[in-house]
């Protein structure tokens, strides 16, 4: 694959570059660059302003609201958002469920539900882990019953990121125990402001409320928020799963962090020199490039295919490994130059707060980027699917 940058896509860099420095509020972005908490309104505004330029949907199809960008300006307006410290695209509605929708939903449902993703109006979380049913989803015992024109809805979901920021969550519940356990699994959309909907916080290693526990208790829910056939959510999990894989490379963040951590060894030092010329420390940052470097090349092509009208596959399972590693180790060599001073934060210090110094900025996201083997089915349950389908004989 030829990476080199035509006339015209370097034309477009300089767009992006453009709209960044007119568009994006330095305060965010000194937020972002730091990693601070963003609030649901930080996030929003982001929103509204990608979606006001027609930029926030680059990889949905043209007659939808997409850009139709091909796959290397794709990679372009990701890098260069990176690099400007822009808040991520919350990617849960856009990244996840619209794919979902498009796929498999009701002609209603994409009218009515992609053009809500699209202005803001919706704000979606994601209800698929459970207590005992995290890497082994098929387990969840969320229930679903039907009664009438709706589902009535018990049980629990954890682990919900921006929970508390989200007036929709889409959730696997189940509507059958006959059978396999993955074909009694339905895919509901639930309005997080209906009755019997209660949203706990959970607090991370880091100190920060990201994530949270959501109790349902005889939630209604109308049938006509069914995405798909009963039974068969499992279909619609899979195909979304894929996409939060393909999502969790972060290559550009992976680029950004790893720009700051040379700036941070060329200024540390170590024996009387900059901690970039220690020998082991060079080598392990060099290994890390050479990773980053072949995972961009290998989510560019899956990237591409995906454009030409497929979805993405068992080799989205090897970006999520990659991806997810890389940057745990990238995070992880911050940590280590830094030193002693990269420590667990004191109770009495709020994690995000200007007062942070870099050191505690490298422990606090080094401790939050425990979770990335975790997410989106464990790294080890990522091997097993590369295993079935593209090493068995």
């Known amino acids: 694959m ?47 302003t990608l979606n006001a330029q027609g930029w926030l949907a680059p990889h949905w199809p043209i007659e939808y609201g997409g850009t139709g960008w091909d796959v ?16 991520r695209t919350v990617p849960f ?9 498009i796929r498999y939903g009701t002609d209603a449902q994409k009218q009515y539900f992609l053009p809500r993703i699209l202005d803001g109006t919706d704000f979606w979380c994601q209800g698929y882990s459970e207590p005992g049913a995290g890497s082994d989803l098929a387990s969840l015992k969320c229930a679903a019953v039907r009664d009438g024109d709706h589902y009535v809805v018990n049980g629990q979901k954890t682990w919900t990121t921006l ?68 039974n068969r959510g499992w279909d619609c999990a899979k195909y979304l799963l894929t996409y939060e894989r393909t999502n969790s ?79 745990q180790e990238i995070t992880n060599l911050a940590r280590i130059a830094m030193g002693p001073e990269a420590r667990i934060l004191h109770d009495e210090k709020a994690p995000g707060a200007d007062a942070l110094t870099d050191a505690e900025r490298a422990a606090l996201t080094y401790f939050n980027y425990r979770k990335l083997t975790i997410f989106a089915g464990s790294n080890e349950i990522q091997k097993n699917i590369i295993a079935k389908r593209m090493l068995a004989l």
């Open 2 to 48: 030829d990476l080199t940058f035509t006339a015209d896509e370097l034309a477009f860099r300089d767009e992006v570059r453009d709209f960044l420095k007119e568009n994006l509020d330095p305060a965010v972005a000194k937020r972002v660059r730091n990693h601070a908490h963003l609030s649901r309104e930080d996030y929003e505004a982001w929103h509204a």
């Open 72 to 87: 290397v300006r794709r990679f372009i307006f990701e890098d260069e958002c990176n690099k400007a410290f822009a808040p």
């Open 249 to 327: 490379a972060n290559v550009g963040a992976s680029y950004a962090a790893l720009g700051r951590l040379k700036a941070l060894a060329a200024n540390r030092i170590k024996n009387g020199k900059p901690l970039a010329e220690d020998q082991l420390f060079a080598a392990r940052m060099a290994r890390v490039e050479i990773e980053l470097a072949n995972m961009s090349t290998t989510n560019l092509r899956v990237i591409a295919s995906v454009a030409g009208g497929g979805a993405p596959g068992a080799e989205s399972s090897i970006l999520k490994i990659l991806g997810t590693e890389v940057l």
């Open 163 to 230: 929970g508390h920021y989200a007036n929709r969550i889409f959730c696997l519940v189940r509507t059958s125990s006959e059978g396999k356990p993955q074909t009694g699994i339905s895919f509901l959309l639930i309005d997080m402001e209906s009755e019997g909907v209660d949203v706990r916080p959970l607090i991370t290693l880091d100190g920060r409320h990201e994530v949270n526990e959501i109790f349902l208790t005889d939630v209604r829910v109308p049938v006509d928020n069914l995405v798909g056939e009963e």
């Open 93 to 101: 509605g856009i990244n996840m469920l619209a794919p979902v929708l």
